[in-house]
C-alpha cells in the first residue's frame, strides 16, 4: 500500500476518534447542565399535587396498539388503567388480530359496539368498529377499544388511534410496554412551564427483562443478567441520559422513542401522523414535526426528561437483535434520504446544523467508517505494516473512556433518582461496559450494514412475530413477583429476499 494512503487511514483513525470523543465530552457537559437544572426546577411531590389538583392539567389519552397479543393483553391494559392521573384515556387499536385479543377485551372489560363517527384525519386502514363498556367501572369507562384491518405496520395502527383520541395530547406506546404510575405527570409538566409551545417529550426508558413486576406495575428495576439485554440496557441509559439530555439542552432532539413518546395532537396531525412506510418512523415522526413547525415559521421544544417513565422488553436472543438492528440501520439510511433537504438547511435551525450532520457522521456512517478501518487494520497486519504500540495506545485510550463514559452514566442515574436499590446493581453495568467493545458493538456495526445493504437492493419486509416472554401475575401473597409466561408475541418486521 502506498505510504500517501497508509498516512491518511492513520490521520482520517486520530481526527475521527478525537472528534468522537469531543462530542462525548460535551454532552456530557450539556447534560449535566441539564439533569441539574431539572434537579433544581422539579420537585416530584409538588409537581404531582400541583398537577393532580389544578383545573388546567390538560387530559392525555394514551395510543397503544395491539396485534395478537391475546396472552398479555388483559394485564397490560389493566396496568394502563391504574395509571395516577386525573383525566386520561386509554386507546387499543386492535390491528387486526388473527387470535382472541379482541374477544378477551370485550368479555373482560364488557364492551359494546358503539355508533361513533369516525374522522379519518390522518389515512389509515379501514375502522371495523369502536367500542366502549357498558359496566360502570369507573376505570372500565376510561377506555377506548378500535378495532381496524391489519394495516402490517404500528404506524397505521397508531394513526387509527389519534385519529380518535379526544385529548390535546397522547402518548403513544407499546401494550406491552410497562408505564410508570406517575409517568403521565412527569412528561405533562413540561408543557405547562416551557415559555415556548412543546410539541413532543421523551422520556427515559429502560429494559424490563429481570425486574419485578406485579400487577402490571413495576415494583423493583434490576439490571437483566443476561448478556444481550443488559448490553441493551447500558446503551438505552448512555443515550437517555448523556445524548438526548445533551441535545435536549439546546433544542435539537433527534427522536422520541416508540416505545413511550408524548405528543401534541394537533401538530401530529398537521404533519401527517405517522409514516406507515418508514422504518424508523419515531425519528421520522419528530423530522416532520419540526419540518411543519419550522415551516410555518412556529417557535417550539421536544424536551427530553431524565426521569424512567417505561419498561419494555428487549430481544434477549441474537436472531431477535439482530432483526431489530437489521430494521434499524435500514431504517436510518431510509430517514436520511428522505429527510435529506434539512441536513445544514437553517430554516430548520439546530436540527438541520446540528441534529442531522452529528447524526450522519456518528450514527450512519460510523459503521462504514468501522468497517473500513477493521478491513484496512487486516490488510496491515497481513503486510507487516502495522505500528503496534500507536495501535494498542489509541485502542487503550479509547476503552479508558469509555469506561469513564459509564462511571458518568451511573452517577447521572443515581443523581437522577432513577438507580436502583441496590447499587452493586451497578457492577452489572459495569460489566457491560467491559464487554461491549468486544462482543456487542462488533454485532451492531455487522447488523447496520446488513440493514443499509438491504435498503439498497429493495429487500421486501413483512410483519411477523417477535417472541417476548412478558410478565403475568401467578396466584399467591403481594410478595410473590410476576414470573414469565410463554410466547407473548409482538409484531416485528422480518425481510424476504427477492
Known sequence: MPDGIQNFFNYAVIIYSALLVSSYIAMVILAYQQHKRHKTYHYEKNTIDQLRTSPYTPG???????YNEEKTIINNVNSLLSLDYPDYE????????KD??????????????????????????????????????????????????NGGTKADASNAGVNIVSNKYFVCTDVDCIIDKYALYRVVWPTMTSSRKVIAVSASMRMSNGCDVRKGQMVEPRPPHSLIPLFQ??????????????LSAINAMQNVSGGFGFFDTEIVIKAGGYDGDSFAEDMDMVARMIRYMCDSGEDYRVVQIPETCCWTEGPSTIKVLARQRTRWGRGLLQFFIVH???????????????????ILLFE?????????????????????GVNYKTVWLTFFGLYCFAQAL????????????????????????MLASLLEPFLYHPLNVFYSLRGYVKHIFGAKMVWGNMTRKGF???????????????????????????
Open 60 to 66: 392525555v389519552s394514551i395510543v397503544a396498539p395491539a
Open 90 to 97: 386509554v386507546v387499543i387499536v386492535n390491528d387486526g388480530s
Open 100 to 149: 382472541d385479543t379482541l374477544k378477551l377485551l370485550v368479555e373482560t372489560f364488557q364492551l359494546v359496539k358503539v355508533p361513533y363517527a369516525y374522522v379519518e384525519k390522518i389515512k389509515t386502514k379501514p375502522v371495523r368498529g369502536v367500542y366502549k363498556t357498558s359496566s360502570d367501572n369507573a376505570a372500565f369507562k376510561r377506555l377506548t377499544v378500535v378495532d381496524k384491518e
Open 233 to 246: 440496557d447500558l446503551e438505552y441509559t448512555r443515550s437517555y441520559l448523556v445524548g438526548k439530555q445533551a
Open 340 to 358: 435529506r433537504d434539512m441536513v445544514f438547511n437553517k430554516t430548520y435551525r439546530q436540527y438541520g446544523f446540528v441534529t442531522l450532520p452529528y
Open 364 to 384: 450512519m456512517l460510523a459503521p462504514l467508517i468501522e468497517f473500513t478501518g477493521y478491513i484496512m487494520l487486516l490488510y496491515l497486519i497481513i503486510t507487516g
Open 406 to 429: 459509564t462511571l458518568t452514566i451511573i452517577s447521572y442515574d443515581i443523581y437522577t433518582g432513577n438507580s436502583f436499590r441496590k447499587r452493586r446493581s451497578y457492577l452489572w453495568f
Open 472 to 498: 403475568q401475575q401467578q396466584p399467591g401473597t403481594e410478595a410473590e413477583a410476576a414470573q414469565p409466561v410463554p410466547a407473548a408475541e409482538e409484531a416485528e418486521i422480518q425481510e424476504i429476499e427477492e
